[in-house]
């Protein structure tokens, strides 16, 4: 529905720009008028019926048989000799990464003075997007939003939403506890949205992100807005957490294309933490058990679609088992890590530092001799020549660092790949 209120909105104000340059700014403001009067409408029917019309519905549906199903990635194919090297080491599956521990988070927001409101993330968007043209094309998911039609998306659907006190019918108990959280979510992303040191690409990213969630059922919101933070706020974070969190996202990825599932399902993904998330490693906090749709999905859904074909937690285990390889790992870690090298240079300085400081480690404490680091294939390089390529690791870096962080184990005992395990 928002798609096509805005493309009304955008005839309407466009029928106006040849008259003037006043009537079209009055037609512009109108348009958004408009718009935020039919994101209200959207933002409470959603609340009561979208397990009705969200894509939830046809996530859950497989678009090909189980069997069939292919990891489909545009990314970099992983040498044989990389992942043939390495396995999965067993102790590491279950790993997750750290849970956001809400009572602290809400100690510190709530000590900040002045308060902190979330209606500044408004004003922080205003200076972000600030060199921005207004018809650029911002977020381009299930409908295009220029810069103006993306704030009043965030508007309605985040600060308008948290604020609200509608009935919510069978859903009040979920709500009471979504609505304080991605409150607090938000408000911490606006704390670090303040930092000078945060380059600017990045909180346009995460704020792009949060549009792209705002016009979406409340769980939606509520794992958006969890994501958006910790994507915000990772620079004080270790390597290997670092690593957990894509690790958690590749996970996701996984399970994601082999089920062949659309858009953004988190209900179903939901439903698979409940059943195996402890064995595998994936978050299981409440903002994601909490969800609404978890005992719908098992209750009235299960048995109209092909998802069917796994019902016990080991049909889900075998399904891991069978996606969750050193190839798929190392080809997606790759690419998560280089992209966020290419736009983050404080992680690109620590990770840098990062692998400097382990071999070094390793030849202070005898582990590798300098012969042995000297035969190291380089784990990064700087190539200038391949556009938007520059400072990047290698295959072998990013071996170096699953290997080294324990989440990949050699498979020869001997050699210098086998001694870069941290002990």
């Given at each position: 529905m928002v798609a096509h209120v805005q493309g009304l909105c955008r005839s309407v104000s466009e029928c106006f720009r040849p008259v003037s340059d006043?009537?079209?700014?009055?037609?512009?403001?109108?348009?958004?008028?408009?718009?935020?009067?039919f994101l209200s409408i959207q933002c409470f029917f959603e609340e009561l019926f979208s397990y009705q019309h969200t894509p939830?519905?046809?996530?859950?549906?497989?678009?090909?048989?189980?069997?069939?199903?292919?990891?489909?990635?545009?990314?970099?194919?992983?040498?044989?000799?990389?992942?043939?090297?390495?396995?999965?080491?067993?102790?590491?599956?279950?790993k997750a990464p750290k849970p956001i521990e809400l009572d602290k988070l809400k100690q510190t927001i709530d000590s900040v003075q002045p308060p902190i409101e979330v209606e500044e993330l408004l004003t922080q968007y205003d200076k972000i997007f600030k060199g921005v043209p207004n018809d650029e094309i911002l977020c381009k998911g299930d409908g295009k939003r220029n810069k103006s039609l993306a704030r009043s998306t965030l508007e309605v659907g985040y600060i308008n939403f948290i604020k609200s006190s509608g009935?919510?019918?069978?859903?009040?108990?979920?709500?009471k506890l979504a609505r304080p959280e991605i409150s607090c979510f938000l408000r911490a992303i606006i704390l670090e949205l303040r930092k000078e040191e945060i380059p600017l690409d990045k909180k346009q990213d995460v704020l792009k992100d949060l549009i792209e969630t705002a016009d979406h059922c409340p769980p939606r919101r509520h794992t958006g807005s969890l994501r958006a933070y910790r994507t915000i706020s990772n620079q004080l974070e270790t390597v290997e957490e670092t690593l957990l969190q894509y690790i958690q996202l590749i996970k996701e990825d996984l399970f994601r294309d082999f089920y062949s599932l659309?858009?953004?399902?988190?209900?179903?993904l939901n439903w698979i933490r409940a059943q195996i998330g402890i064995q595998v490693g994936l978050d299981v906090s409440p903002v994601h058990l909490g969800d609404m749709y978890i005992d719908m999905h098992d209750a009235s859904f299960r048995e109209d679609n092909k998802i069917v074909r796994h019902r016990e937690p080991k049909e889900f285990l075998g399904v891991?088992?069978?996606?969750?390889?050193?190839?798929?790992?190392?080809?997606?870690?790759?690419?998560?890590?280089?992209?966020?090298?290419?736009?983050?240079?404080?992680?690109?300085?620590?990770?840098?530092?990062?692998?400097?400081?382990?071999?070094?480690?390793?030849?202070?404490?005898?582990?590798?001799?300098?012969?042995?680091?000297?035969?190291?294939?380089?784990?990064y390089q700087h190539d200038y020549a391949v556009e938007d390529k520059g400072y990047h690791l290698t295959w072998e870096g990013v071996r170096f660092l699953l290997v080294h962080c324990g989440f990949l184990t050699p498979t020869a005992p001997q050699g210098h790949l086998a001694k870069v395990k941290a002990e």
């Amino acid at each position: 529905m928002v798609a096509h209120v805005q493309g009304l909105c955008r005839s309407v104000s466009e029928c106006f720009r040849p008259v003037s340059d006043g009537l079209w700014s009055l037609a512009q403001k109108i348009g958004q008028c408009v718009l935020g009067v039919f994101l209200s409408i959207q933002c409470f029917f959603e609340e009561l019926f979208s397990y009705q019309h969200t894509p939830f519905l046809e996530s859950i549906m497989p678009s090909q048989p189980v069997e069939q199903a292919k990891i489909i990635q545009p990314l970099e194919e992983v040498p044989p000799e990389i992942y043939a090297s390495v396995q999965i080491t067993p102790l590491s599956i279950a790993k997750a990464p750290k849970p956001i521990e809400l009572d602290k988070l809400k100690q510190t927001i709530d000590s900040v003075q002045p308060p902190i409101e979330v209606e500044e993330l408004l004003t922080q968007y205003d200076k972000i997007f600030k060199g921005v043209p207004n018809d650029e094309i911002l977020c381009k998911g299930d409908g295009k939003r220029n810069k103006s039609l993306a704030r009043s998306t965030l508007e309605v659907g985040y600060i308008n939403f948290i604020k609200s006190s509608g009935n919510l019918g069978v859903y009040k108990e979920y709500m009471k506890l979504a609505r304080p959280e991605i409150s607090c979510f938000l408000r911490a992303i606006i704390l670090e949205l303040r930092k000078e040191e945060i380059p600017l690409d990045k909180k346009q990213d995460v704020l792009k992100d949060l549009i792209e969630t705002a016009d979406h059922c409340p769980p939606r919101r509520h794992t958006g807005s969890l994501r958006a933070y910790r994507t915000i706020s990772n620079q004080l974070e270790t390597v290997e957490e670092t690593l957990l969190q894509y690790i958690q996202l590749i996970k996701e990825d996984l399970f994601r294309d082999f089920y062949s599932l659309s858009g953004e399902p988190v209900a179903t993904l939901n439903w698979i933490r409940a059943q195996i998330g402890i064995q595998v490693g994936l978050d299981v906090s409440p903002v994601h058990l909490g969800d609404m749709y978890i005992d719908m999905h098992d209750a009235s859904f299960r048995e109209d679609n092909k998802i069917v074909r796994h019902r016990e937690p080991k049909e889900f285990l075998g399904v891991f088992n069978k996606i969750y390889t050193p190839e798929s790992l190392l080809k997606m870690m790759k690419w998560f890590l280089n992209s966020r090298i290419r736009q983050d240079p404080i992680f690109t300085r620590t990770v840098s530092q990062f692998i400097s400081d382990a071999i070094e480690n390793l030849k202070n404490g005898n582990i590798l001799t300098q012969a042995e680091v000297d035969q190291l294939p380089e784990p990064y390089q700087h190539d200038y020549a391949v556009e938007d390529k520059g400072y990047h690791l290698t295959w072998e870096g990013v071996r170096f660092l699953l290997v080294h962080c324990g989440f990949l184990t050699p498979t020869a005992p001997q050699g210098h790949l086998a001694k870069v395990k941290a002990e």
